[in-house]
């Protein structure tokens, strides 16, 4: 498709690749896994320093 073509009415004229935004959902999805379990694995320490 070139400007200045002519296009039906519901003709697909352009396509976004949504990979990347799946890709930085994915990265943030794990970088959040990790984190929760970071503060999982805290939480018995605090407890233990929060009662002394």
């Known amino acids: 498709m070139a400007v200045g ?3 039906e009415t ?10 990347d935004q ?4 994915a990265r943030a999805e794990a970088a959040l896994a ?3 379990a970071q503060i999982a694995a805290s939480r018995p320490r605090w407890k233990r320093l929060k009662s002394c």
């Open 5 to 7: 073509d002519h296009v």
């Open 10 to 19: 519901g003709e697909l004229i352009a396509q976004i690749d949504s990979l």
């Open 22 to 25: 799946e890709n930085a959902v």
């Open 34 to 36: 990790q984190v929760e």
